[in-house]
């Protein structure tokens, strides 16, 4: 059962919805949309909600109005760096091109040396 309280309502600020101009959310979304960015950062930036910047990219990219873009050298679907990891005593350096049962083996042949 829902209760609505009266008082509370009175007492709560009016927020006006902001109302940005194509050219401004278009900024916004290049620079969100950079390889590199830290949406969250944008968004602080710009004095805006980081969920709503990364509802506005989902939209954009969705509609196929924009596309994220991919470091240099970096494939679509790919972390672009390099894991490490240390096991038995060595590090093994992983990157993304190395595939999964080949890492396993990997893993498997240190893990027993």
């Given amino acids: 059962m829902l209760e609505v309280v009266p008082g509370r309502m009175e007492n709560s600020p009016a927020v006006a919805r902001r109302n940005w101009p194509d050219e401004t959310k278009a900024r916004i979304l290049e620079e969100a949309l950079a390889p590199d960015a830290n949406v969250s950062a ?5 004095g ?3 969920s709503q910047l990364f509802g506005w990219r989902r ?6 109005q924009v596309e994220r873009r991919e470091a240099p050298g970096e494939e679509a679907g790919t972390s ?3 894991i ?8 093994v350096r ?11 083996r990997v893993l ?5 040396a």
């Fill in 42 to 46: 944008v968004a602080r930036r710009y």
């Fill in 48 to 50: 805006m909600s980081p």
């Fill in 59 to 64: 939209k954009a990219i969705a509609k196929g």
């Fill in 80 to 82: 672009g760096g390099i």
């Fill in 84 to 91: 490490e990891i240390g096991i038995a005593g060595a590090m």
């Fill in 94 to 104: 992983v990157g993304p091109m190395v595939g999964e049962d080949h890492l396993r």
């Fill in 108 to 112: 498997r042949a240190v893990r027993l």
